[in-house]
């Protein structure tokens, strides 16, 4: 499998990529926004299979703050302005003229955010456990939590009450929530244990928050739910069947985005590309095909 690593320059930092294919196919790369905030791309790197299943070059990167990418000491930088910048400072550095997006979770705000500057070469666009609207998915977030056992809860509301989240206590109460809503295979893939055991806290906690349903960071009001209708351009969804992307948070992001396709993975919490690898990369690959056929082909 013939994979290339480097870095690009973005605001006098450096941004680390790895591509994994030549891109000679003649099918559009597809450029994958991962998660976070302040989380490396490993856990998606189920998706470089792609390649070798469908010859579709995949173009990774980690965002600036984490992973391999420079990691400035500068809470300026941690905006959303500039992780839609660096979508297409990577786009350009590459290449990436014609492409296809995919953010999941917290990239899926960055590639919204980067689609409705109208950029274009865009061809299609994923949405993987999607956020739009930031202030309702606190309220989902609290709403699952809620539904935790009583001896779990407690342990959260008491830790984070008396500011002692980094306990082992804590944390394993937090798993409680995780491997409902994140990730249900038992036990995590090593690349999945690797990325978010590598989140930057400082990152994480100014973008977002010290938990994911506490929201006071800088995202803490973010919500472009009134534009998604300038979204034009082919869109799938995909969420899990026990997604912390709940049917809730996701129903009026399709609804909004004029003839977007909503695809749910019934065995999976957050990660389907994990937890249901071989039917992701099939639904995504099927997409992908369908959106660079000619546009007539949409009308229809």
């Not at 910048?85 to 290449?95: I, P, S």
């Not at 930057?200 to 960071?217: F, H, M």
Request: some cysteine.
């Amino acid at each position: 499998m013939p994979v290339t690593e480097g870095t690009v320059p973005f605001h006098g930092h450096r941004t680390w990529y790895r591509t994994v294919g030549t891109g000679r196919s003649g099918l559009l790369p597809l450029l994958v926004v991962g998660g976070g905030p302040g989380c490396p791309h490993d856990y998606l790197s189920d998706l470089s299979a792609l390649y070798e299943e469908t010859s579709r070059q995949v173009v990774f990167y980690d965002q600036i703050g984490c992973g391999r990418s420079d990691h400035p000491d500068d809470p300026s930088l941690w905006v959303m302005p500039t992780f839609v910048d660096e979508v297409a400072a990577v786009r350009a550095a590459l290449g990436l003229d014609r492409c296809h997006l995919l953010g999941h979770s917290w990239g899926s705000q960055i590639a919204l955010e980067y689609v409705l500057t109208r950029p274009t070469g865009l061809v299609g666009l994923v949405l993987a456990g999607p956020i739009a609207d930031a202030p309702a998915y606190q309220a989902e977030t609290r709403r699952l939590k809620d539904s935790l056992p009583e001896d779990v809860r407690e342990t959260l509301d008491r830790h984070e009450a008396a500011g002692t989240t980094d306990s082992d206590a804590y944390q394993a109460a937090a798993m409680a929530f995780y491997q409902r809503w994140m990730c249900r295979l038992d036990p995590w893939p090593a690349h999945v244990v690797r990325s978010f055991t590598s989140i930057r806290p400082d990152v994480y906690e100014t973008l977002w928050g010290r938990t994911e349903w506490n929201l006071t960071g800088n995202l803490r009001d973010w919500d472009v739910t009134a534009r998604l209708g300038e979204i034009d351009l082919p869109v799938l969804v995909t969420t899990g069947r026990h997604d912390v992307a709940t049917p809730a948070l996701v129903r009026p992001l399709v609804d909004g985005i004029r003839g977007a396709e909503w695809v749910v993975f019934e065995w999976s919490a957050h990660l389907p590309t994990v937890e249901e690898p071989e039917r992701y990369r099939a639904v995504l690959a099927e997409f992908l095909a369908a959106a660079e056929r000619p546009a007539v082909a949409h009308a229809a």
